[in-house]
């Protein structure tokens, strides 16, 4: 080994020992230092450098805090197997964490996320579907006076109706006579008689020697001829004849 004797300021002596493949082995001395001499390791005012390690003195001291010792890391740390010993503990405790639900715990609070009901449960229920109708259930036919479904006969009818039969004629053209097609009944015609009445008296000319009275009142026309005698026709006469000659 060989030996580095420096001088620093204020004065004190460090040695730095190097063995021979150059590594450090201890260093003392602080602040700015000045390298004064190389030889020889000298300790001891000129006596046998120590050898064994042992020999050293402060063995015993704590100098180094940075590092655990015994009783720094029995303080900082659980002893060998105890950790291991307190989770199997923990792990055998039938609710080592109480804050949580345990399965049995939770089907007895709440209820599955598939179930059901029955219908008394829900409050108002019943009285809410009093009112309603089956699913299974029928109406009768609507009439003049009442709502229902439509019958099959106003379904035909309903049927039979072109599209847009009506959509661009105007009542006015739906009601005049012209526009209508087929037969109806004289009966059926508001004074259909007596303007057929007043037409054949109308038409009438009394020849020579004929007089025609027409009464309306009484819906009859007389012919009369002058010195003939013959007696007058009535109305319905004339008609009969008038239907014969056609």
């Not at 450090?24 to 190389?38: D, P, Y």
């Not at 639900?101 to 829900?122: G, N, Q, R």
């Not at 089956?134 to 099959?152: I, N, R």
């Not at 007696?231 to 239907?243: F, I, N, P």
């Amino acid at each position: 080994m060989t030996e580095t004797v420096v001088e620093v300021w204020p004065a004190q002596t460090v040695v730095e020992i190097e063995d021979a493949s150059g590594g450090r082995a201890v260093e003392f001395g602080v602040q700015a230092v000045e390298i004064v001499s190389v030889g020889q390791l000298v300790l001891g005012g000129g006596g046998s450098g120590v050898t064994d390690h042992g020999a050293l003195t402060g063995l015993g001291d704590d100098d180094h805090t940075q590092y655990l010792t015994n009783a720094r890391g029995d303080a900082r740390y659980d002893a060998t197997g105890t950790a291991s010993s307190g989770m199997s503990a923990h792990l055998a405790a039938p609710d080592p964490h109480p804050q949580y639900l345990l399965p049995a715990e939770a089907a007895s609070t709440y209820a599955p996320l598939a179930h059901s009901h029955a219908i008394t449960d829900v409050t108002g229920l019943t009285a809410a579907l009093a009112g309603k109708s089956d699913t299974g259930h029928s109406h009768s036919d609507a009439t003049t006076g009442a709502s229902g479904f439509m019958s099959a006969t106003d379904k035909t009818k309903i049927n039979g109706i072109a599209s847009g039969a009506t959509a661009n004629s105007a009542d006015a053209t739906l009601l005049a006579r012209g526009n209508h097609t087929g037969t109806q009944a004289a009966a059926t015609i508001s004074d259909f008689s007596e303007a057929v009445d007043d037409r054949v008296a109308a038409l009438l000319v009394a020849g020579s020697n004929i007089t025609l009275t027409y009464n309306d009142a009484g819906n009859t026309l007389t012919i009369a001829a002058a010195g003939g005698g013959g007696s007058g026709l009535t109305h319905k006469q004339v008609m009969r004849r008038a239907r014969y000659f056609q």
